[in-house]
Structure formats: C-alpha cells, structure tokens
C-alpha cells in the first residue's frame, strides 16, 4: 500500500516539475486514518499534531468529521441569530 502511495507521489512531483513547482519531501506526510491499518504498518508516518486546519476543514488524526461538523453549524447558528 505504501508503495502505491509514494509512486503517486513521485509521479505528481514528475508532473509538477513541468510546470515549474516540486513537491518538498520534507514536509510531505502520511496520516493514517484507520487504526486497523496502523497497527499492521507501524513504520508508517502518523501525525504529530492531533489536528490542523487545510483549506478551511479541520482535519483531525481520528479521521472524524464531527469536529469540523460542530464548527460549522456554530458559525451557521451565529449567523442565523443576528438581528
């Protein structure tokens, strides 16, 4: 599995190269999600952070939604209650 995931890599660092950009191995991460997994593939990268925010969606190293899900209607409810 992991082989697949550093060949799309390589192959999208190949195609951006063309367009002048390159990805930086260094900050590239791994975040694994499912718990199942991790435990057979304990050399994997994990998180170091418990969550972060990419674009505007919280991301949490529990691969749950309900954080960001929670944040979304707060901001909606504040909204909803201006006069």
Known sequence: MLSVVILALEIMNHEAISLG???NWLK??????????????????????????????DIHNTG?????????IAIARTC????
């Not at 791994?30 to 990419?54: D, E, G």
């Not at 749950?64 to 979304?72: F, G």
């Not at 909803?80 to 006069?83: G, I, N, Y």
């Open 21 to 23: 950009i390159q990805v």
């Open 28 to 57: 590239t991460k791994i975040q694994i999600t499912n718990s199942s997994f991790s435990a057979r593939c304990p050399w994997l990268v994990t998180m170091s952070k418990s969550s972060f925010t990419y674009l505007g969606v």
């Open 64 to 72: 749950s939604t309900k954080h960001d899900i929670r944040k979304r």
């Open 80 to 83: 909803m209650s201006l006069p």
